[in-house]
């Protein structure tokens, strides 16, 4: 595709479900990142994966969120048992791989999840 | 782990000002700098990157930044701004040490008055 994509563009949900919120990154990124961006805390590293596996999970706040990458393409964030804490907007930004990092970095829209 | 501040959180000026916004990072190694855009309703769009080379930097839309190393710092320029040019600003950096991953600024919103 053109850009970075993904879905739901929001998402509103009842505190103590879990949500899914998917990345579908550009053609031929291996590398694939999930970012969030809260009023608080500003935007902060999640997960980075290089092809299927994640080198980085750092950024995981807590064991409820988890994410996935399959066939080297579309990933989902997973969040379990939501909290109001959780409520962000979550953005997925893809590149071409580099152990240097020197590579751009292209975002998507963002889903934004407000947990009620 | 690095780190990244920016100094101003909000920037009023009016149409054809000058705009410096600062950005200063903690790490002793070599990095990388981005300056990323992000524009009313719209997505993250980066402005302009220095990975080596020529420290001043030149991005898109009339914007460029100057990395000075002994100060740690890569501040972002446009010499006359634009009512378009109303904007959140955020500074990043990553380094090769710490992977792929971008730490990013708290973000600058500016706002062009016309």
């Known amino acids: 595709g053109a850009g970075v994509s993904q879905s739901p563009s929001n998402k509103v949900t009842e505190k103590g479900k879990d949500v899914e919120l998917r990345c579908d990154p550009i053609?031929?990124?291996?590398?694939l990142y999930w970012y969030r961006q809260s009023l608080g805390q500003g935007l902060e590293f999640l997960i980075y994966?290089?092809?299927?596996?994640?080198?980085?999970k750092s950024g995981l706040p807590s064991d409820r969120f988890s994410a996935e990458r399959t066939g080297g393409s579309v990933s989902t964030l997973t969040i379990q048992r939501t909290q109001q804490e959780d409520s962000a907007v979550y953005l997925c930004?893809?590149?071409?791989?580099?152990?240097?990092?020197?590579?751009?970095?292209?975002f998507g829209p963002g889903t934004r999840l407000t947990v009620t | 782990a690095q780190s990244v501040s920016q100094h101003n959180h909000h920037v009023i000026l009016s149409e054809a000002a000058s705009l410096e916004l600062g950005c200063n990072y903690s790490y002793g190694g070599t990095v990388n700098l981005f300056w990323y855009v992000q524009y009313p309703g719209q997505h993250l769009q980066l402005l302009l990157k220095?990975?080596?080379?020529?420290?001043l930097v030149k991005g898109i839309k009339g914007f460029e930044a100057e990395f000075i190393k002994s100060k740690f710092s890569f501040n972002l320029r446009k010499p006359s701004v634009q009512w378009s040019d109303t904007a959140e600003y955020f500074c990043?950096?990553?380094?090769?040490?710490?992977?792929?991953?971008?730490?990013f600024g708290g973000g600058t919103r500016v706002l062009v008055k016309p």
């Open positions: 053609s031929g990124h291996t590398a």
């Open positions: 930004a893809s590149s071409f791989p580099s152990g240097g990092g020197s590579y751009e970095q292209y």
């Open positions: 990043a950096v990553n380094t090769k040490a710490a992977g792929n991953k971008l730490t």
């Open positions: 220095y990975f080596s080379g020529d420290p």
């Open positions: 994966f290089q092809g299927n596996s994640a080198p980085d």
